[in-house]
């Protein structure tokens, strides 16, 4: 397969080369997008043999949900059974942003695109691509992170090439990603609700907002995983991995580029400390700890 590969300028993108990359979307194409947390791989939605091809083009399990992004909160309506109350103030303070919302879905939504669960997560990023790729195709778009699975998330437009160039149809080089991490999310459709993801949006900043709020970050091997990455060995280099507490932001801006560029360096062990403090901490040990199969050294 040939790959387009589209380089825009992240705060002022080509509308010309976003029309053709919607066209793409429209026809059943696959394109890598950048978000403010990671890249994204993206097809129609609703499109079943489309989706198909973002599976076979990361060679992710077929039970391991996609993400639904949309460019509006009215869209919501389109494809889930009910936006609740509560799931609407998540909306209001969070979106557009790095915070996904799971609901019940309607039948529109194909079960391809959810692993087969009755629900769907939503989320409307706040990347100026992102959102003008998903208007201009009048489409929601499922998309997981644009990289092999199991592999480091891709945050520059380059990770992206490395992993899929040949296997999807476009890639859009926007340069470094933002927040570095993927989006945090979060059952509603559970009682109490629960972070099943911690990510871009800290713990605390939601249990502001819903004071029941849980966290429930994995899932065992004979369960359908309800959110990506509660189930698989994920986010890893080749190297084995084992494991600046100051600021955990920049830490998660740059976790992946540091796990891809050991790889690069062909080393065979990676140690890292414990990151806990902080707004992002528990998003950091979440990836590294499954980037290491949760194999943990106590010193």
């Known amino acids: 397969m040939r790959t387009k590969v589209f380089k825009m300028n992240p705060d002022k993108p080509d509308i010309t080369d976003l029309k053709v990359c919607a066209e793409i979307i429209k026809n059943g194409g696959t394109v890598a997008f950048p978000t403010e947390t990671v890249y994204g791989l993206g097809a129609n939605a609703l499109d079943v043999d489309a989706v198909k091809k973002i599976f076979e083009a990361k060679g992710r399990p077929g039970d391991n949900p996609l993400i639904l992004h949309i460019s509006k909160p009215e869209d919501i309506e389109k494809y889930a059974l009910k936006f609740t109350d509560e799931a609407k103030k998540l909306a209001k303070v969070f979106w557009p942003g790095p915070i996904s919302i799971i609901l019940p879905r309607k039948e529109t939504v194909p079960d391809v695109v959810t692993g087969g669960l009755n629900t769907v997560a939503f989320r409307i990023p706040s990347n100026i691509i992102a959102r003008e790729l998903i208007a201009l195709s009048n489409l929601p778009i499922a ?70 709020l849980t966290k429930e970050y994995s899932v065992s091997e004979n369960q359908i995983p309800r959110s990506p990455g509660m189930k698989y060995r994920h986010y890893s280099p080749n190297a084995s991995v084992i494991g600046s507490n100051e600021n955990s932001e920049e830490i998660a801006a740059n976790i992946f580029d540091s796990l891809r560029m050991f790889d690069k360096l062909d080393v065979d062990i990676i140690y890292s400390e414990y990151f806990g403090g902080g707004p992002m901490g528990d998003a950091i040990m979440n990836r590294l700890l499954k980037a290491a199969s949760h194999e943990v050294i106590n010193v």
Do not use: W, Y
Request: hydrophobic share 40%; charged share 20%.
């Open 143 to 212: 998309a997981p992170s644009a990289n092999i699975s199991g592999k480091p998330s891709p945050t520059e437009g380059a990770h992206v090439i490395d992993d899929l160039c040949g296997k999807v149809d476009a890639i859009i080089d926007a340069g470094k990603c933002k927040v570095g991490l993927e989006s945090t999310v979060v059952d509603m459709v559970s009682s109490p609700a629960a972070v099943l993801r911690p990510g871009g949006i800290p713990f605390e900043q939601i249990r502001m907002l819903i004071p029941d």
